[in-house]
């Protein structure tokens, strides 16, 4: 695992979390429990906090980042994500914030200020430009993102069934032996 500090952050990991070992992990981050971050993803918490919530899955080469604070945006943003959270391949997550029971689709962008309430189905290729909020309860698809209709109970119902079966899967590449050997 490539868990690195940064001046003098060091990230932390709840429990029962995986890292792939082609992960990079750095700085002033923490993981919650049973989270699992997927091959080639990059998490960089060097100069502002990132945060991950319980049973959360980052996908493979995903790239989460803050930003900073300096003369055009005084405090920064932190990135922000809560609980049953699946972000899907590739996608940018940027200073923002997402709530708990999320679903962010492959190659999505999330851009600063950005807020992602609580239950939300983010398409594949969309993008939230910076300080859109999308609202709870429903789909958004596009670039920009928009709402295109409620969630159904089945859609609702998909968010536990998702985050449970990344905890699973990521619980059994807990139990494989890594080697670097073919």
């Not at 962010?104 to 300080?131: N, W, Y």
């Not at 670039?143 to 990344?166: D, H, M």
């Not at 905890?167 to 050997?181: A, C, N, T, W």
């Amino acid at each position: 695992m490539k868990i690195r500090s940064f001046k003098g952050m060091t990230p932390v990991l709840g429990e029962r979390v995986f890292v792939d070992p082609s992960a990079v992990v750095l700085g002033d981050t923490a993981i919650g429990d049973d989270s699992s971050i997927w091959p080639l993803v990059v998490i960089r918490g060097d100069m502002h906090r990132i945060r991950i919530g319980a049973r959360s899955s980052i996908q493979d080469g995903s790239v989460l980042h803050i930003t900073h604070a300096g003369p055009f945006n005084p405090d920064g943003f932190p990135l922000l994500i809560g609980d049953d959270v699946t972000v899907g391949h590739q996608a940018m997550l940027h200073g923002c914030t997402i709530g708990s029971r999320i679903l962010i689709g492959m190659g999505a962008m999330v851009m600063d200020g950005a807020v992602i309430e609580d239950e939300v189905v983010l398409g594949a290729g969309s993008l939230v430009p910076p300080g859109k909020t999308l609202h709870s309860g429903y789909l958004y698809v596009g670039r920009p993102a928009k709402q295109v209709r409620p969630l159904t109970e089945k859609e609702l119902a998909y968010f536990s069934y998702t985050a449970g079966n990344y905890v699973r899967l990521k619980d059994q590449h807990l139990q494989e032996p890594y080697s670097q050997d073919p």
